[in-house]
């Protein structure tokens, strides 16, 4: 019936927009009809032959075809809305995109689009493998009224993923889902009630405009959901989502914005610059050639670039091939594709076979500006961004205000005159060659990067990318020397404000690394400050080519029976002989005849003497560990066996009864965005020891993870656990999620950030189970154990909620007594310095950056504060014996503590022997003046380059003293002094690699490994601090402090850090990150700005000496107001960012 495709839309269209006429008379409401547009039964991502996986049964082409003739009867019938609905595979919802454009630009009048994804499973994935978010960015370009989802699944299993749809974009959303899930005959039993109560929470929560009814509804069902929204406000769209992004997508999302490091996109996949792949392609070795692909995965591509363009080969079949090929992959496919030629129709038969929103690489006004604006219309149409290189009618740009001047005119054309959005037009400036013995190219990587500069200063919202091969060119063959020279370049690129670049990801040395000769040579050659720079450089590369004693052992205790061992091994933390121990037991099949008896015997038994002597404080925590690891050792040793007998028990009885041999089953996590995870791993052992099952999910993860977990494992608790503010929030919204998803188990929250108020505040209202605050590791037995025993259950969970009513009531009665002076008043409070007779410190002994790299541990470690790490390790000595050394005389853990601090510096002495962890870091120092609350940051030429933004105490005062902000430490601007500022950011590195080293059940010694390197990271910023203090800034060079009186503050100045109580803002951290390029040391940020690796510090220096630690405390509404006026942001996300320390309640 194809051929009847136009008049059965047609003749349908006219019959639906009757009766919506009709009905409107009829009711004085107005009815519109609604052309729908299916998802065909054709996949354009999916291969129907499992032998062929790059085989499609359908093109773009015939799609478009089809779904134009589609458009057209729907259209031309009358229709007042299209719907491209049921998605499964988003590229062919793009094929209908592209139809439906097409038609509107040939005269068509537009009508409203409509686009409905449907997520087939709990996955929250299309057929075609994409995430809600990734769908949302794929079809954006359609300029949809509304976005959402409809069908496979029903409104209770849908929820989470149109929260997420409503979270990704600034349309309106839809949703009609089935009723419910079908039954074993396929039919829906879910009734009209069922299904209206259920979209009527859609509703009451904000997350909905338009709902609906899809398979298994009946006209019931459509009648109930409307009676039951009818009263209902409908969904707020809002204001701002990524609009400072570029949105790409491949299976998953990818945000470019403000917060992101530099995008590497990988260039292996490319016939003109790899020999080994164009081989691969040319003798139709694909397979081989995905491989290429997963290894630029591997090596740390975000983007990954395809090129087809060499002399004997079919580009567009290549192309077509390759990237059908790569949606089998989904290691592979989940990036965004760069679809890389110089040929146009190979660029369309890339756009044709991808489902993500992909950057075209490239086009330019080489061939004149309406060839030009005919391109980048169809590139808009296919949804991609777009490379645009400077070129014009007159040839390449080699000068600076040639490529400027080239890339102003293009940028004016494809925002104003096509339609582009800013954040989807990304420049090459052209990274031409260097060193080539022609005089005039030895200024090209200058005029990149100052092109660069001007560019992102003019064009708001682009992006600037290039090809960085090109750079060293002159060198190919040489490619030591050609990695140092595109490290070097992209160093002072990236900080000139190029954001992606084509390279070779697994081949970039870290600038800091590279040998000190060749770090001058190249940096010579790129800033051409030597005449015989590329002759030297030439002459380099050419020179290229060319016994501890041990401790004797008592084993008396090896004579014992194997009970006896077994429970004197896992007392003592002793795992040498626990598997051939265990074997033993396991062999005497009269005494134990199931491998599941042992553990509930003799390891048990041992485990249990473990916990008594813990709970007694007869035992400490690091003991307890060292326990757990001879525990799991001998589990591990025993789980193949029991695996066999169960899948042998359940295969002639259907009975899994593995899981009842615990206590009870706890799910851990360390929240989306968060990265420290030490404390919860102590939780996580100690719970162990305690024979509770735990299933730890690490670390950044996502909320619905840790739901989906705890359903499926049938978990008893849940605990969460964060070190960052922002992470107070995320556990605010899984408490939520429980709630909505009607579940019932305790919540236990935990973490450094975290506190007993928070949690009976913000957490426990929101979350009808049990919630409870866990101060440490300590206290989650007997938390656990009163929640799981049926007579204590009750009466504990009844005290926690009347305890944590008591703490919300004496909260919200000290927001109404705790009176807030205005922020006017507290300006006019201020610190007031004289700054003619305490004037600013002495400047810096240098302006900019220095990077200290692989630092010397040996002068570290004297800076070492001990007192935190037996905090971690939950060992607390009573006044006078609470710090280091005292706390080794402490009549209850002094001998712990110091058999602890003897390993603790064991296992230092064999990281500086084996040099397995490293420090390094950065730090800098600029002028600078308070402006207000703020401090202006300037560069060498008085130039005002960058603001941190201060916060201001307002919890009122006695009449005599000030409210502090930063800046009051920093000399005013009309004050005429110069000040300045200092920044810093140090990272303990190697610290997985090293804990990979230790078997799986050795959590004592990866526990030690994370602990220590926090003390290293906080001793290296202590260290930093003092050559600060008495070298680099040189402001107190006759200091002669000892370790002790510097963790106690007896030094002039500070070094405070944002997301702390002198500025709780942690965005401010991203612009310590651009002056320090914190980046080029490996200290990166998450999008929750916690920092990468853990073991990492970051703050500001301040040399005058009034400078002072203090916490702002809690603020109004009139500061956050005007800060986020200052910050240039809107109120909402400022408060997100603030919610702790806020004086008022946003909800």
Not at 193 to 198: E, F, K, P
Not at 389 to 394: H, L, N, T, V, Y
Not at 434 to 447: C, D, F, L
Not at 531 to 539: F, N, Q, R, S, W
Request: glycine share 8%; net charge negative.
């Amino acid at each position: 019936m194809s051929h009847l495709a136009y008049r059965l839309n047609f003749e349908s269209a006219k019959l639906a927009k009757q009766a919506a006429v009709e009905m409107t008379k009829e009711t004085g409401i107005k009815r519109y009809a609604v052309g729908a547009l299916g998802p065909t039964n054709r996949t354009l991502s999916i291969s129907p032959s499992v032998e062929r996986p790059d085989y499609r049964n359908i093109t773009f082409d015939q799609l478009v075809e089809a779904y134009a003739e589609q458009t057209k009867g729907l259209l031309d019938g009358g229709v007042d809305v299209l719907l491209v609905e049921t998605i499964f595979d988003t590229a062919n919802a793009k094929a209908a995109i592209f139809a439906i454009q097409t038609i509107f630009d040939d005269g068509y009048p537009e009508v409203p689009v409509f686009i409905s994804g449907t997520i087939v499973d709990k996955s929250g994935r299309t057929l075609s493998g994409q995430t809600a978010e990734a769908f949302i960015i794929s079809v954006s370009h359609g300029n949809p009224l509304c976005l959402g989802l409809n069908c496979a699944l029903g409104a209770s299993e849908m929820r989470p993923f149109i929260e997420c749809i409503g979270m990704s974009t600034k349309s309106f959303v839809i949703c009609y889902p089935n009723a419910g899930l079908p039954n074993t005959f396929g039919d829906y039993d879910e009734t009209p009630a069922i299904t209206g109560q259920l979209l009527k929470s859609f509703a009451e929560d904000g997350l909905v405009n338009i709902v609906g009814g899809c398979c298994g509804t009946t006209p019931d069902h459509i009648r109930a959901i409307a009676q039951a929204v009818k009263d209902c406000s409908p969904r707020k769209r809002p204001k701002n989502v990524y609009d400072d992004h570029t949105l790409l997508s491949g299976l998953e999302p990818l945000r470019i914005g403000p917060f992101t490091n530099f995008v590497n996109i990988g260039e292996r996949c490319n016939v003109a610059g790899s020999s080994l792949f164009c081989k691969m392609i040319k003798e139709d070795r694909y397979e081989d050639a995905l491989n290429v692909a997963k290894a630029q995965v591997e090596n740390g591509a975000i983007i990954l670039d395809i090129n087809m363009d060499e002399g004997m080969l079919d580009g567009k079949m290549a192309m077509a091939k390759f990237v059908n090929l790569i949606s089998s992959e989904p290691d592979v496919a989940k990036l965004p594709l760069c679809i890389d030629s110089s040929n146009f129709e190979t660029l369309e038969a890339g756009l044709k076979c991808t489902q993500g929103k992909c950057i075209v690489n490239s086009i330019s006004l080489k061939e004149g500006e309406q060839d030009f604006v005919e391109k980048a219309k169809k590139i808009r149409r296919y949804g991609a961004a777009v490379i645009v290189m400077a070129f014009d009618e007159e040839g390449q740009a080699t000068d600076i205000q040639r490529k400027v001047d080239i890339c102003a005119r293009s940028y004016r054309i494809l925002v104003e005159k096509v339609g582009f959005n800013p954040q989807d037009v990304i420049f090459d400036p052209n990274i031409l060659t260097i060193a080539t013995g022609m005089e005039e190219h030895n200024e090209y990587g200058i005029t990149y990067i100052e092109a660069t500069r001007l560019i992102k200063a003019t064009l708001p919202g682009c992006r600037v990318s290039g090809g960085v091969s090109n750079f060293s060119f002159s060198f190919r063959g040489k490619e030591r020397v050609r990695e140092a020279m595109h490290s070097v370049f992209l160093y002072h690129a990236i900080k000139a404000g190029m954001d992606m670049g084509i390279v070779n990801a697994g081949n970039l040395p870290v600038y800091s690394s590279i040998e000190a000769k060749l770090l001058q040579l190249c940096e010579n050659l790129l800033w051409n400050k030597d005449p015989e720079g590329t002759e030297k450089l030439l002459i380099y590369a050419q020179e290229m080519g060319k016994s501890d004693k041990k401790a004797v052992v008592d084993d008396d205790w090896r004579g014992g029976d194997v009970e006896d061992r077994l429970e004197y091994a896992l007392v003592r933390g002793i795992d040498k002989y626990v598997v051939d121990d265990t074997e033993e037991a396991r062999a005497d099949s009269t005494k134990y005849p199931r491998p599941l008896n042992i553990i509930e015997g003799p390891l048990m038994k041992g485990m249990g003497v473990v916990g008594d002597l813990f709970g007694s404080g007869k035992m400490f925590l690091p003991q307890v560990i060292k326990s757990a690891r001879v525990m799991k050792k001998a589990v591990g040793y025993l789980i193949p066996y029991m695996e066999k007998e169960r899948e042998e028990n359940f295969r002639l009885t259907g009975i899994d009864d593995l899981k009842s041999a615990f206590t009870g089953t706890v799910v851990l996590a360390t929240v989306k965005g968060d990265v420290h995870d030490i404390g919860k791993n102590i939780v996580g052992v100690v719970l162990g020891c305690n024979n509770y099952r735990v299933i730890d999910l690490g670390v950044m993860t996502p909320c619905q993870k840790i739901l989906d977990t705890a359903v499926l494992e049938k978990a008893d608790f849940v605990g969460l656990s964060g070190l960052i503010t922002p992470s107070l929030d995320e556990m605010i919204h899984v408490a939520k999620e429980m709630e909505r998803n009607r579940m019932n188990l305790p919540l236990l929250i935990g973490g450094a950030t975290t506190s007993k108020t928070h949690t009976a505040v913000k957490i426990a209202p929101k979350y009808s189970g049990p919630t409870v605050h866990v101060l440490d590791a300590s206290k989650s037995v007997v938390v656990c154990g009163s929640l799981l025993d049926p007579k204590k259950k009750n009466d504990f969970v009844e005290e926690v909620a009347e305890e944590y009513q008591e703490i919300r009531e004496d909260h919200y009665d000290s927001l109404k007594d705790r009176i807030y002076v205005s922020i006017e008043f507290a300006r006019e409070h201020r610190l007031k310095i004289d700054w003619n007779e305490v004037p600013p410190a002495v400047p810096p002994t240098f302006l900019g950056r220095k990077i200290f790299d692989d630092y010397d541990l040996n002068r570290i470690i004297p800076c070492i504060d001990w007192k935190p790490f037996f905090d971690v390790w939950q060992l607390r000595g009573k006044y006078p014996n609470r710090g280091y050394p005292n706390i080794f005389n402490d009549a209850t853990v002094g001998v712990e503590a110091k058999r602890l601090f003897d390993e603790g510096q064991s296992m230092l002495s064999r990281i500086v022997s084996e040099r397995s962890l490293s420090c390094r870091g950065v730090l800098g120092f600029w002028r600078a003046n308070a402006v207000g609350d703020d401090i202006h940051v300037y560069d060498d030429g008085n130039n005002h380059i960058e603001t941190f933004f201060g916060l201001r105490q307002q919890a009122e005062k006695p009449a005599n003293e000030s409210y502090f902000c930063l800046s009051d430490f920093v000399a005013p601007k009309d004050s005429g002094k110069m000040d300045h500022i200092g920044l810093f950011a140090v990272s303990c590195f190697g610290v997985d690699e090293l804990c990979k080293k230790f078997e799986s059940y050795d959590d004592y010694n990866m526990i030690m490994v994370k602990a220590l390197a926090d003390r290293l990271a906080e001793a290296f910023a202590e260290e930093l601090h003092t050559r600060v203090r008495k070298e680099f800034w040189g402001y107190s060079d006759d200091e002669r402090l000892t370790a002790a009186e510097m963790h106690k503050i007896k030094y002039t100045g500070i070094r405070p850090a944002p997301g702390y109580p002198s500025q709780p803002d942690h965005t401010e951290k991203t612009t310590m990150w651009k002056l320090l390029n914190a980046d080029d040391i490996g200290t990166q940020l998450t999008e929750s700005l916690a920092m990468i690796p853990a073991a990492s510090v970051s703050g500001l220096y301040f040399a005058h000496p009034k400078s002072t630690y203090f916490a702002t405390g809690k603020l109004s509404k009139d500061q956050v107001v005007d800060y986020a006026r200052r910050k240039d942001q809107d109120v909402e996300t400022t408060e997100k960012w603030l919610l702790p320390v806020l004086a008022y309640d946003v909800n």
